[in-house]
């Protein structure tokens, strides 16, 4: 379990397929399977969907909607088969794996629980159950710290019980129904309920808790908070990409470990994985296009896309059959309405693709670079996992408007370039500055010049707007260069290992 699945994950991450493991070294009654969330379409499937567009139109009236109906709960805690107490409890039983070479380096445990939903009672209104995300590291047979840094529900719920000194009860829930995931990134609230908008969810009564638990959960995990006890977990892979060195410090005691027979243990890959990104990212946009759709003239049609490598700090866009100044305003209201993340927006006038090829290349199609087509903002809020804020917490953002029509796209490939030419002009992609194109992109020794997601990385995580984006009258140039703290690495030995495992694999299949 050190490391594996996810250097299994990173070899075929462009492929990007789901990754069942039906025999796992040291726990042979369990199997393990990732990145079920890794594609818009597997997550619109999950959702009972037919497209990713349907959930962005369902999504924001379910999720935000107030229902009055009563959760049902069985009397029977039959789903469950095995029932572990006492001095029989061990978090090591489950195989729980390490994923990135930093993880856990502060105090050596580097074992993650990532797919987690910590489940717990408003304890200010008992009738109110809330789903929560927290990377959860165990550091003791019976106890883990975990991270409530979100500032959401959660950190809601434990604050009221430390400063009343209770120790709040909370369940653990690995592998229920996948719709469970969704609901629990959207930063709601009472999502048992609101589950069952989708589909019929069955739950079943907690075994030493009171709080209920679905019942298709494959491992349940019942604990309590210690409100007086904290552990210094961390550093961990975050979704930016790199190693997040943050905590909230939590610490919570285990009560009982509950499991079905031969459990699948799902696990979600961290930092800035398709699942990872796709998780908190689809039903923010389900959320901000809904706002778009209800706030602008209704005859445009409107289309944005948030990239998953670009960890929402990056969107596309475009605005058809608009009147002037429209594209603008779009782009406007999405950096207002995704305050915590988006800092570079795209929009084209007239559908294009939505990728950043088509976006720098729309760039380099304008005549002049004006103030017609940017749209800046100056020293504005941002999320704090954004390693170029500046020392006040804040960052510049940006709306570049193009007119870019469908156009031939010739790529230039050498060794310490790559140029993207069109009539109108060239995009230049270097790590040193060679050339005066009317687009040049600088990006930092390690990001692979040929890998337009690298590029895109680089641009939406290692460039402040304020600072690094230079604007001339007919020259745009991106640094991102940035200093930015230790990227997620799975160990060199292991990484190799499994590539050289995929590659006889794939000379077999071929």
Do not use: C
Request: hydrophobic share 35%; glycine share 6%; charged share 25%.
């Amino acid at each position: 379990m050190d490391f594996e699945p996810t250097a299994y994950y990173l070899n075929l991450s462009k492929s990007n397929p789901v990754i069942l493991f039906n025999k796992v070294d040291g726990f042979h009654n369990f199997s393990l399977v990732t990145n079920i969330f890794g594609s818009e379409e597997r997550l619109a499937t999950v959702a009972g969907l037919n497209s990713i567009s349907e959930v962005v139109e369902r999504w924001s009236s379910i999720a935000n909607s107030e229902p009055n109906e009563a959760l049902l709960v069985s009397e029977e805690t039959t789903p469950f088969i095995s029932k572990i107490t006492g001095e029989d409890l061990n978090l090591s039983d489950l195989p729980v794996p390490s994923h990135y070479e930093l993880d856990g380096s502060k105090k050596g445990f580097s074992r993650y629980i990532t797919s987690g939903l910590t489940t717990t009672i408003d304890p200010e209104n008992q009738s109110t159950i809330n789903l929560s995300f927290s990377r959860i590291q165990p550091f003791e047979r019976d106890k883990f710290a975990f991270d409530a840094g979100s500032r959401g529900h959660l950190w809601k719920h434990l604050s009221v019980s430390r400063e009343a000194g209770e120790r709040l009860k909370m369940t653990i829930l690995i592998g229920p129904n996948p719709i469970f995931y969704l609901l629990a990134a959207s930063f709601i609230d009472n999502e048992y309920v609101k589950a069952n908008k989708f589909f019929n969810v069955k739950f079943s009564k907690g075994y030493l808790n009171k709080i209920p638990i679905p019942s298709d959960t494959e491992i349940a995990i019942e604990a309590e908070f210690l409100p007086n006890e904290t552990f210094d977990e961390g550093p961990f892979a975050e979704y930016v990409g790199y190693m997040g060195y943050d905590s909230t410090r939590f610490v919570a005691k285990v009560r009982s470990i509950l499991m079905k027979r031969n459990p699948i243990y799902y696990d979600i890959q961290p930092s800035n994985s398709s699942e990872h990104v796709n998780l908190f990212s689809v039903p923010r946009s389900s959320l901000v296009m809904k706002s778009v759709r209800e706030a602008l003239p209704k005859d445009p049609i409107y289309e944005v896309k948030w990239p998953h490598y670009g960890g929402r700090f990056m969107s596309f866009g475009y605005v058809d059959h608009a009147e002037s100044g429209l594209a603008k305003q779009l782009g406007i209201t999405i950096l207002g309405l995704d305050p915590l993340w988006n800092k570079i927006v795209f929009i084209n006038e007239g559908k294009t693709e939505l990728t950043l090829e088509n976006a720098l290349t729309n760039l380099a199609q304008l005549t002049e670079f004006s103030e017609n087509h940017i749209a800046k903002i100056s020293n504005t809020f941002i999320i704090s996992s954004d390693p170029t804020r500046n020392e006040l917490g804040n960052s510049g953002k940006i709306v570049f408007v193009t007119e870019g029509k469908s156009t031939r796209v010739e790529r230039e490939v050498k060794r310490d370039i790559v140029k993207l030419k069109t009539k109108q002009g060239n995009v230049l992609i270097s790590h040193d500055y060679t050339d005066d194109q009317k687009v040049n992109v600088i990006v930092s020794q390690d990001i692979d010049l040929k890998d337009l997601d690298q590029i895109g990385w680089a641009i939406s995580t290692r460039l402040n707007p304020d600072t690094d984006i230079n604007i001339e009258k007919n020259k745009i140039t991106f640094l991102a260069t940035r200093k930015v703290p230790p990227v997620a690495r799975v160990p060199k030995s292991v990484k190799e290992k499994v590539d050289r495992k995929m590659a006889l694999l794939r000379d077999r299949i071929h």
